[in-house]
């Protein structure tokens, strides 16, 4: 075979791996469903339905974090690195955009826990809670998110006499471990971005002004510009220490 065919067939091959790959980065970068539209959800607001808490005007951005209130560090610093975020803002971005808090604890965190919890922010912060018995709806919700998150029993240090009160201390104790990060979606119930907690306030800030800018821009169904979708490999998962 010629030089020049060889030559001919590597540039070809080459050109198929390109395009495989920019395929596949257009498809992981697709806007994914949320939430299906028929999920209704308590909150410190009321009863939300999905068509109104993720499918409202158009421009306009929910910021999610996942957590719960006996969360002793990690949640309460989400909340405050979004706050300040926040106070970074000017108004016309304050009013496109909806901090909420979803509780991965239902059992413990009714809607009033939550209203008191979340009443230390400065920050107009809805809270979202499934119902404890509602499992799988709240998996469901999840899933569809990225946002993992698995109970976690205290540590077995009672004397085996004290096992009885261990269990009842540990229906109280347990913690709860989930990923840390803030969850940007937009008004078509669509996981936009989501950001890590390492960022600083301003790189919060500017991001969340960006993914204003590009939805006001293009608010249509077919846009893809600046979405993150790989929330399962890059968003980390911690508890409370």
């Known amino acids: 075979m010629s030089p020049r065919k060889l030559i001919l067939?590597?540039?070809?091959?080459?050109?198929?791996?390109?395009?495989?790959?920019?395929?596949?980065?257009?498809?992981?970068?697709?806007?994914?469903?949320?939430?299906?539209?028929?999920?209704?959800?308590?909150?410190?607001?009321g009863l939300l339905h999905a068509d109104t808490l993720s499918r409202g005007e158009a421009g306009h951005l929910s910021v999610l974090i996942p957590g719960f209130t006996h969360c002793p560090d990690i949640c309460p610093l989400s909340l405050a690195r979004l706050q300040m975020a926040w106070q970074r803002l000017d108004e016309t971005s304050r009013a496109h955009l909806h901090p909420m808090f979803l509780t991965l604890d239902p059992a413990r965190d009714t809607l009033p826990v939550l209203s008191r919890y979340l009443s230390a922010f400065s920050l107009p912060v809805t809270g979202?809670?499934?119902?404890?018995?509602?499992?799988?709806?709240?998996e469901e919700f999840t899933q569809r998110l990225g946002i993992q998150f698995q109970r976690r029993e205290p540590e077995q240090s009672h004397p085996p006499e004290h096992a009885q009160a261990q269990a009842s201390a540990g229906e109280?104790?347990?913690?709860?471990?989930?990923?840390?990060?803030?969850?940007?979606?937009?008004?078509?119930?669509?996981?936009?971005?989501?950001?890590?907690?390492?960022?600083?306030?301003?790189?919060?800030?500017?991001?969340?002004?960006?993914?204003?800018q590009s939805v006001a821009a293009a608010p249509s169904s077919d846009s893809v510009a600046t979405v993150n979708t790989s929330t399962n490999a890059n968003v980390p998962v911690t508890g409370g220490a």
Not at 33 to 45: F, G, I, M, Q
């Open 172 to 212: 109280a104790d347990y913690m709860i471990d989930h990923s840390v990060a803030i969850f940007v979606i937009d008004e078509q119930g669509r996981l936009r971005d989501t950001l890590p907690l390492s960022q600083t306030p301003a790189q919060l800030a500017d991001r969340l002004t960006f993914l204003l």
């Open 128 to 138: 979202l809670r499934l119902p404890s018995q509602d499992d799988t709806r709240l």
């Open 9 to 45: 067939m590597g540039l070809s091959a080459f050109a198929l791996v390109i395009i495989a790959l920019i395929t596949g980065l257009s498809a992981s970068h697709q806007p994914r469903d949320a939430w299906p539209t028929t999920l209704e959800l308590p909150s410190t607001r």
